[in-house]
């Protein structure tokens, strides 16, 4: 699934990237040392966490899209890091809960 259709799922909206970011899997968390040992390749991450440790997470288990919920603003450090990372950021109002739901015909991330 596309990060342009993430946005479409969740009712958001692509802060940083082109929107073409690709995730087959979902991984919901906001403890970043969890996401470490638990995300797989390839997941799109629903989090609030709007900073740039995410973004390092994110590289480190090859996460190319990041949904921020609760609307959290994205910092200019982050989106400059993102977009360099060639990491999607999408913006949702919807909870954490409420994402993994709109999320749900993609399957969990796999466990390690």
């Known amino acids: 699934m596309t990060a342009a259709e993430i946005a479409g799922k969740v009712g958001g909206t692509i ?6 970011e690709e995730a087959s899997n979902v991984y919901v968390g906001d403890l970043l040392s969890d996401v470490m040992g638990h995300a797989g390749e390839g997941c799109v991450l629903v989090t609030i966490q709007n900073h740039l440790n995410t973004l390092a997470v994110c590289t480190l288990v090859g996460c190319e899209v990041v949904v921020l919920c609760h609307g959290r603003p994205v910092p200019p450090d982050m989106a400059e890091g993102a977009a360099r990372e060639e990491v999607a950021i999408v913006v949702t ?20």
């Not at 802060?15 to 073409?20: E, I, P, S």
């Open 93 to 112: 109002p919807l909870s954490q809960y409420e994402t993994a739901l709109a999320l749900s015909s993609l399957p969990p991330s796999p466990k390690k």
């Open 15 to 20: 802060a940083v990237g082109t929107g073409g």
